[in-house]
């Protein structure tokens, strides 16, 4: 994970200003994968949200943003269900929503850490074979 932010930081905005200056899609469609958070990230991040956001209702600074992030949660669930009735083993996989939770806090955790730096502080590319 330490490595995909540090290929962010190093090649995103380049990607991202070839892209846009020569309408290269190509450029484009590398850039934004590593732009985007993937799955886990962003599940994580929507509950980040709901809980800022539910705090500062109860605060009282009105429930609007706490019902987007509400909102949010449930479609990235509900995706997941969808994804769920693609799957052979519908069962298997619908309850693997109960380990979710454990999941997430384990890959909150390794971002956290690798965003902040940790882990291999140099990116080297994978070596693939075809078989």
Not at 31 to 51: K, Q
Not at 96 to 119: E, Q, R, T
Request: net charge positive.
């Amino acid at each position: 994970s330490a490595s995909r932010f540090q290929v962010l930081r190093q090649h995103v905005p380049a990607l991202l200003a070839a892209g846009l200056k020569r309408a290269d899609v190509k450029c484009l469609d590398a850039a934004l994968p590593l732009l985007f958070p993937n799955p886990s990230l962003g599940i994580n991040l929507t509950v980040v949200g709901v809980l800022l956001a539910g705090g500062y209702a109860l605060l009282g600074g009105g429930i609007d943003i706490l019902v987007w992030f509400a909102t949010l949660a449930v479609l990235q669930v509900l995706m997941f269900l969808v994804g769920v009735m693609y799957t052979e083993n519908k069962t298997a996989s619908a309850l693997s929503l109960f380990l979710a939770p454990a999941f997430l806090v384990w890959k909150l955790c390794i971002d956290v850490a690798s965003f902040g730096g940790a882990g291999s502080k140099q990116w080297k590319p994978t070596t693939r074979r075809l078989s």
